[in-house]
């Protein structure tokens, strides 16, 4: 991470991106259903899924924790400015958009 | 909506439940309630030939090795946390490090070795006994950042790394006890990660230090992981992958 990255710009920056996000059409609702992930206590597990490898995709409501390569999931469309939180390796995570337009995460501290 | 959503939480009641025994115990829970020792009971798997069991058990001495390190710089992490939440953490870290330590010698009195102990000084790795002292100097200098650094990052995410890598190709009882192992250490090396990121925000000017620290240790723990993928027989195109996910993690931090 880069010195210049002190909370205040943080703020700032997820600030930017929930204003991006605000102006975007109605986000699509997922029922999540529990896929086996048995590292969190149960009334967690569905919001993480292992990675299955080639042939697995995810889904608009998933993407991958940076830290320790897990598919988090949310009940709700992503977009960026979203929060999640990875509960098996602790990691707090914004919904960031890469340059080629996907979605990505950056570790927030 | 969910009635319990991790993502609604507010971040002090998200570090508060990772943080915590009861999280930890009701996650446990969930994938060692079958085993005895970290094995599946009842299931039974063909012996090894004598050159897959004499690798095996190097690097299982080798394993042994770390899991000491980690065991006992966890338990003397806790007297030096800075607070409540990593006291909890660690503690919960101690057990599981016993636990590896107790699963890996069993897994070495499966394969016949009858004195764990001296086989392991026999076969220990000189780089990670150096590593191991020097994480012992750390953690009696008191010194919380560093220690963490070197533990819950550099010692984590290089034996995260190494035991996927090795279940990939291990046989299935090794394979059964590695699986549980890796799924205790996603916990460990995203606290490290963690708390140093959140120390290093409020702190910048220790980044210096801990990259110098950083560097000293490279050679060593990279100089293990390099002779544990020979003892397992690793081909040589795989490890830059297996390399990158510390690399990635050093890089986040800001510390290359």
């Given at each position: 991470m880069p010195d210049s990255d002190e909370p205040g710009m943080i703020a700032n920056r997820i600030e930017k991106v929930r204003a991006k996000r605000e102006a975007g059409s109605e986000r699509r609702h997922f029922e999540?259903?529990?896929?086996?992930?048995?590292?969190?206590?149960?009334?967690?597990?569905?919001?993480?899924?292992?990675?299955?490898?080639?042939?697995?995709?995810?889904?608009?409501?998933?993407?991958?924790?940076?830290?320790?390569?897990?598919?988090?999931?949310?009940?709700?469309?992503?977009?960026p400015g979203d929060r999640l939180y990875c509960m098996p390796c602790m990691s707090r995570l914004l919904v960031v958009e890469a340059d080629d337009g996907t979605l990505t995460t950056e570790v927030v501290y | 909506?969910?009635?319990?959503?991790?993502?609604?939480?507010?971040?002090?009641?998200?570090?508060?439940?990772?943080?915590s025994v009861d999280f930890w115990f009701h996650a446990v829970d969930g994938y060692l309630r079958d085993r005895t020792y970290g094995r599946i009971e009842g299931a039974s798997h063909p012996d090894l030939d004598d050159t897959d069991r004499d690798?095996?058990?190097?690097?299982?001495?080798?394993?042994?090795?770390?899991?000491?390190?980690?065991?006992?710089?966890?338990?003397?992490?806790?007297?030096?946390?800075?607070?409540?939440?990593?006291?909890?953490?660690?503690?919960?870290?101690v057990v599981d490090e016993a636990r590896h330590l107790e699963v890996f010698l069993r897994r070495l009195r499966d394969l016949g070795v009858e004195d764990p102990e001296s086989?392991?000084?026999?076969?220990?790795?000189?780089h990670l006994v150096a590593f191991k002292d020097r994480l012992m100097e750390l953690v009696a200098g008191h010194d919380w950042d560093a220690a963490v650094f070197a533990q819950n990052?550099?010692?984590?995410?290089?034996?995260?790394?190494?035991?996927?890598?090795?279940?990939?190709?291990?046989?299935?009882?090794?394979?059964?006890?590695?699986?549980?192992?890796?799924?205790d250490e996603r916990r460990h090396l995203g606290f490290g990660e963690n708390d140093l990121g959140r120390r290093l925000m409020a702190m910048p000017e220790k980044r210096q230090r801990l990259a110098e620290i950083r560097r000293e240790l490279d050679n060593l723990v990279l100089a293990t992981f390099e002779e544990v993928q020979d003892s397992l027989g690793a081909d040589r195109s795989r490890r830059v992958d297996l390399g990158s996910e510390y690399l990635d993690a050093i890089e986040r931090l800001g510390l290359t």
């Open positions: 999540l259903d529990d896929r086996g992930f048995n590292e969190v206590p149960k009334k967690w597990r569905k919001f993480y899924r292992h990675w299955e490898g080639d042939g697995d995709t995810l889904g608009p409501n998933e993407i991958i924790c940076p830290v320790c390569k897990v598919v988090i999931r949310s009940v709700k469309e992503l977009r | 909506m969910s009635e319990f959503n991790p993502h609604s939480l507010d971040e002090d009641e998200f570090l508060e439940e990772v943080h690798n095996l058990i190097t690097t299982l001495c080798n394993y042994c090795i770390g899991e000491t390190a980690a065991l006992e710089a966890s338990s003397g992490l806790i007297s030096i946390a800075p607070n409540r939440h990593s006291k909890i953490f660690l503690a919960t870290q086989e392991i000084s026999v076969r220990a790795n000189p990052v550099v010692l984590e995410t290089m034996e995260y790394t190494a035991f996927r890598a090795h279940m990939s190709t291990a046989d299935p009882a090794t394979a059964e006890v590695l699986d549980g192992v890796v799924k």
